[in-house]
């Protein structure tokens, strides 16, 4: 009877701590921005990645259930280890893109917070889901790590490397270290 | 048998190989990349990364050269980071790679290997099938060759108790027993042949001038095989030969050459580096395509049953590579043949 009340109230502070992860929305003329829980920052993989040199990316995927459109965002934060501070990009659903410094980990907490702009709707009401995948570095440090490897290995020069090219190219990639879902039934009035 | 071995064998080899490659695979695809990734190459970039920091501040002037050497570590150890995240992936991909190749290997092995045991079972059924046939015409032949003279020879009997029992005369009856006498004496010809052909002794090598035996032999049967005319074409040579298996030999060729409508013969004396050769030239209709690449196996002859065995070539080969020398076919045409002897460098007597 007592381990049936602990597993109950186990489920209800995982329930409440979920509760507390979830993005917080808000429309601003007719563009819906999301601000993503402090706590994906916190968590030890995204805390151990971000001091690492290379630029974490979390991508932001917003679904429209009710329409089938998708719209999203894209964070790319690099600790700077030369100059010691935060280097932060953020492009929105729209193309606008912001680039900023931070001298402190509460500076980039703060920026964190800032409403990330996901879709434009005039709805009342949306049927949403959302997606945040941590990657654990950018794009450009992928192709350039591939152009390394290849001419490590020898490869990618007239004759031969074809093979070990396709290899390389469809192996690396950067696999999310973390992701988080969110299924919101969004009221706008 | 034969079947059940083969593919044990190729079953074998491929599991064998199969042991081999998987023991090796992890080891082989994973070296380069731990080189890589040693924790110390990681940490020598790291302190590398350091220690321009601290330089920056020592030697402020020098600022941007440090910076640059710095941001070159960084992305050296991003690359290697990247490496690291991606290293099993890489591995699995890698070694799914050469998996499939050594299945494709394997494949191709086991698919040569059949083909290779389908062709020497189809090469072993006709070799065979052509032994089978050979019997057959020999047996066909020796039947025909003793048939004939055993049917003559009794009907001259039947004939020979006709005449005695109607009480014909000495002459008639010597007649009649001389013509049996004639068949037996066929009979003991056929015989003899194959007794020489099972019976062929080793030659008696001896010192011989080529040249002299090439002319007493012109001279001796220049009137065998007429209208065949033979030619001493010149030349000499010392060999270690048995005079008479040798004189054999070129009895044989001439017969051949004689039945095959030659006005000539000419032999002429060849010397290639140590080798002596002897090369028997005439002019006939030439061999048969159909006939020259078994000219030498016994029984091939030309010739209708009842003529001749066709063991002569046969023979004449196998005296000369008793002598350590070979008797090959040089050429032949519709214009002539040549045969060409080769004599050994054997130890003479």
Request: net charge positive; proline share 2%; glycine share 8%.
């Given at each position: 009877?007592?381990?049936?009340g602990l597993?109950?109230?186990l489920l209800a502070v995982t329930?409440?701590?979920?509760?507390q992860?979830r993005?917080a929305f808000t429309?601003?003329a007719?563009v819906?921005a999301?601000?993503l829980?402090?706590?994906?920052?916190?968590?030890?993989s995204?805390?151990?990645?971000?001091?690492s040199?290379?630029t974490?990316?979390?991508?932001?995927a917003?679904?429209q259930?009710?329409?089938?459109?998708?719209?999203?965002?894209r964070?790319?934060?690099?600790?700077?280890?030369?100059?010691e501070?935060?280097?932060?990009?953020?492009?929105?659903f729209?193309g606008k893109?912001?680039?900023?410094?931070f001298a402190s980990a509460e500076?980039?907490e703060?920026?964190w917070?800032?409403?990330?702009?996901?879709f434009?709707s005039?709805?009342?009401?949306?049927?949403?889901?959302?997606?945040?995948s941590?990657?654990?570095?950018?794009?450009?440090e992928?192709?350039d790590?591939?152009a390394?490897?290849?001419k490590a290995g020898?490869?990618?020069?007239a004759?031969?490397?074809?093979?070990v090219d396709?290899?390389?190219?469809?192996?690396?990639?950067?696999?999310?270290?973390?992701?988080y879902?969110?299924?919101v039934d969004?009221?706008?009035? | 048998?034969?079947r059940t071995r083969s593919l044990?064998?190729?079953?074998?080899?491929?599991?064998?190989?199969?042991?081999?490659?998987?023991?090796?695979?992890h080891q082989?695809?994973s070296v380069w990349l731990?080189?890589?990734?040693r924790?110390e190459?990681r940490?020598?970039?790291?302190?590398?990364?350091?220690d321009?920091?601290?330089?920056?501040?020592?030697?402020p002037?020098r600022r941007?050269?440090y910076?640059?050497?710095?941001d070159?570590?960084?992305?050296l150890?991003n690359?290697i980071?990247?490496?690291?995240?991606?290293?099993?992936?890489?591995?699995?991909?890698?070694?799914?790679?050469?998996?499939?190749?050594?299945?494709?290997?394997?494949?191709?092995t086991?698919?040569?290997l059949?083909?290779?045991?389908r062709?020497a079972?189809?090469?072993?059924?006709?070799?065979?099938l052509?032994r089978?046939?050979s019997?057959?015409?020999t047996?066909?032949?020796?039947a025909?060759?003793?048939k004939?003279?055993?049917?003559?020879a009794?009907l001259?009997?039947e004939?020979?108790?006709?005449?005695a029992?109607?009480?014909?005369?000495?002459e008639?009856?010597?007649?009649?027993?001389?013509?049996v006498?004639?068949e037996?004496?066929r009979?003991?010809r056929?015989?003899?042949?194959?007794?020489?052909?099972?019976?062929l002794?080793q030659?008696?090598l001896?010192?011989?001038?080529?040249?002299?035996?090439?002319?007493?032999?012109?001279s001796?049967?220049?009137?065998?095989?007429?209208?065949?005319?033979?030619?001493?074409?010149?030349?000499?040579?010392?060999?270690?030969?048995?005079r008479?298996?040798?004189?054999q030999v070129l009895v044989?060729?001439?017969?051949?050459?004689?039945?095959?409508?030659?006005?000539s013969v000419?032999?002429?004396?060849v010397k290639?580096?140590?080798?002596?050769l002897?090369?028997?030239?005439?002019?006939?209709e030439?061999?048969a395509?159909?006939l020259?690449?078994?000219?030498?196996d016994p029984?091939?002859?030309?010739?209708?049953v009842?003529?001749?065995m066709?063991?002569?070539?046969?023979?004449?080969?196998?005296l000369?590579?008793?002598?350590?020398?070979?008797?090959?076919?040089l050429e032949?045409?519709?214009k002539?043949t040549?045969?060409?002897?080769?004599?050994g460098e054997?130890?003479c007597n």
């Amino acid at each position: 009877m007592r381990r049936a009340g602990l597993a109950i109230a186990l489920l209800a502070v995982t329930l409440c701590v979920r509760a507390q992860q979830r993005p917080a929305f808000t429309r601003s003329a007719g563009v819906v921005a999301a601000a993503l829980p402090s706590e994906v920052l916190q968590q030890a993989s995204v805390k151990k990645q971000l001091g690492s040199g290379l630029t974490t990316t979390f991508l932001v995927a917003a679904r429209q259930r009710d329409r089938g459109t998708i719209t999203g965002a894209r964070l790319e934060v690099r600790y700077d280890l030369w100059d010691e501070v935060w280097l932060v990009k953020r492009v929105e659903f729209d193309g606008k893109t912001e680039r900023q410094r931070f001298a402190s980990a509460e500076a980039l907490e703060k920026w964190w917070r800032t409403p990330v702009r996901l879709f434009a709707s005039d709805a009342d009401r949306v049927l949403l889901q959302v997606e945040l995948s941590v990657l654990p570095f950018s794009a450009a440090e992928e192709d350039d790590a591939r152009a390394w490897i290849t001419k490590a290995g020898g490869v990618g020069t007239a004759g031969g490397g074809g093979l070990v090219d396709a290899l390389i190219g469809t192996t690396i990639s950067a696999k999310p270290i973390t992701s988080y879902r969110w299924n919101v039934d969004l009221a706008l009035r | 048998m034969t079947r059940t071995r083969s593919l044990a064998l190729l079953v074998a080899a491929v599991a064998a190989a199969a042991a081999l490659f998987w023991t090796l695979l992890h080891q082989i695809s994973s070296v380069w990349l731990d080189v890589a990734l040693r924790p110390e190459v990681r940490q020598a970039l790291e302190h590398s990364m350091e220690d321009q920091k601290t330089l920056r501040q020592l030697d402020p002037a020098r600022r941007e050269a440090y910076r640059r050497q710095f941001d070159h570590t960084r992305t050296l150890l991003n690359r290697i980071e990247v490496l690291r995240m991606n290293r099993e992936n890489m591995l699995h991909r890698f070694e799914l790679a050469l998996v499939a190749m050594f299945a494709v290997a394997a494949l191709l092995t086991a698919v040569t290997l059949w083909m290779r045991y389908r062709r020497a079972q189809e090469r072993e059924r006709a070799e065979y099938l052509d032994r089978v046939t050979s019997l057959q015409e020999t047996a066909r032949r020796h039947a025909h060759e003793i048939k004939g003279p055993l049917t003559a020879a009794r009907l001259e009997l039947e004939r020979l108790a006709d005449l005695a029992r109607h009480g014909a005369d000495d002459e008639e009856l010597a007649r009649a027993q001389e013509s049996v006498g004639e068949e037996l004496a066929r009979l003991t010809r056929f015989t003899k042949e194959f007794s020489s052909f099972g019976g062929l002794g080793q030659p008696i090598l001896r010192r011989e001038s080529l040249g002299q035996i090439v002319e007493e032999f012109c001279s001796t049967f220049a009137n065998a095989w007429p209208p065949v005319a033979l030619h001493d074409g010149g030349g000499d040579a010392v060999v270690c030969v048995d005079r008479d298996m040798l004189r054999q030999v070129l009895v044989n060729l001439c017969s051949n050459s004689a039945r095959a409508g030659a006005g000539s013969v000419v032999f002429g004396i060849v010397k290639s580096g140590a080798r002596v050769l002897l090369d028997v030239r005439d002019d006939g209709e030439g061999i048969a395509p159909s006939l020259r690449a078994r000219v030498f196996d016994p029984y091939v002859t030309t010739r209708k049953v009842g003529e001749g065995m066709g063991l002569g070539l046969s023979i004449s080969r196998k005296l000369m590579l008793d002598h350590g020398g070979d008797l090959v076919l040089l050429e032949t045409s519709e214009k002539g043949t040549v045969f060409r002897l080769a004599f050994g460098e054997g130890v003479c007597n």
